[in-house]
């Protein structure tokens, strides 16, 4: 395996895969050895993707809040922080494992979460490219079942081949997600340019008063995405 591949199989402060917790999921989500690549990929992301569960509402601007046995034991993360424990789980897994980023305009997020946010872009939106079968194949495990649901939007399913992306429409034919800009592929998490991205985006004194949040409630603001409606209901 070459060099510029070999870096995507390994460990860092952010992906930190040797730590037992994140070996005892590992092992807990694919108790029989052995399993070829494609498999072995298509049931992490499943395991991630509803296992964890979304939420926008998570403390963002330290590398330890995407930290793999971090989201672990938090069980909750927006899709950068889901995105993190599946590379890292990939890795574990000697499946090569890097991460995407793109700016997505969500046409159904809830009122309040656009309120939150400013705007109706979402910039850094992360998901994951495993190398299956000789090509980079992309992963998004950001959104639950359950979440789904609420959404009126078949859950992304991966088979391992395919890239699993956003739908742009919901069931009933609305408007859902809009892929609006490639942000580039990364070999770990670059919280400060994320930080520095949603400063532009949403203004410095908004990131800076959501850290302030975090710091004030120690990291936990209270808020419920899933008690917040979709924009569009059926």
């Known amino acids: ?80 922080a889901k995105a993190a424990l599946l590379c890292a789980l990939g890795r574990a897994c000697n499946i090569p494992s890097r991460f995407g980023f793109a700016t997505v305009r969500n046409h159904l997020a809830s009122r309040q979460l656009l309120t939150y946010l400013g705007s109706d872009r979402f910039v850094f939106h992360g998901y994951v490219e495993f190398l299956l079968e000789g090509r980079w194949v992309k992963a998004t495990p950001a959104f639950n079942a359950e979440l789904c649901e609420r959404h009126r939007v078949d859950p992304l399913e991966f088979n391992g081949r395919e890239d699993s992306v956003f739908q742009a429409t919901n069931r009933e034919n609305d408007l859902y997600m809009e892929y609006i800009e490639d942000l580039g592929i990364f070999d770990d998490v670059p919280v400060k340019r994320i930080v520095a991205a949603w400063e532009k985006e949403y203004g410095t004194g908004r990131v800076q008063g959501w850290i302030r949040g975090f710091e004030n409630a120690r990291g936990d603001l209270g808020r419920d995405f899933y008690d917040e409606k979709p924009l569009v209901q059926s």
């Open 1 to 80: 395996m070459t060099a510029s591949i070999q870096k995507y199989l390994q460990p860092t402060a952010i992906l930190n895969f040797k730590h037992p917790a994140v070996v005892d999921y590992r092992n807990r989500v694919l108790p029989d050895e052995g399993r070829e690549p494609v498999a072995t990929a298509v049931q992490l992301y499943y395991a991630v993707r509803d296992g964890i569960r979304y939420d926008p509402y998570s403390p963002f601007y330290l590398p330890e809040h995407y930290r793999a046995s971090a989201v672990l034991k938090r069980g909750k993360g927006y899709c950068v």
